[in-house]
């Protein structure tokens, strides 16, 4: 998939765990592994925004597009 998701690097940056997010965003561990892991196809908006209220970021610091060729 040509979208990369930076759930880690963002989670590492602010020294918390994917257990913490999940409580504090209300979306399950598996589904945030999923999104992680770059296997998720799609993803809510109000997913999207409950993470970057709680990360306190753009979706753009969460998410990125590489172009397929630029692999």
Same mark, same amino acid.
């Given at each position: 998939m040509s979208?990369?998701?930076h759930l880690d690097r963002l989670l &590492?940056? /602010?020294?918390m765990t994917l257990i913490e997010l999940s409580e504090r965003v209300g979306v399950t561990v598996v589904n945030l592994s999923i999104l992680k892991?770059? /296997? &998720? /196809? &799609?993803?809510?908006?109000?997913t999207l925004t409950a993470l970057c209220e709680v990360l306190q970021c753009q979706p753009?610091?969460?998410l990125s597009h590489v172009?397929? /060729?630029a692999r």
């Open positions: 979208v990369q998701v &590492a940056e /602010r020294g892991n770059g /296997r &998720a /196809r &799609a993803i809510r908006f109000s753009g610091d969460l172009p397929e /060729r």
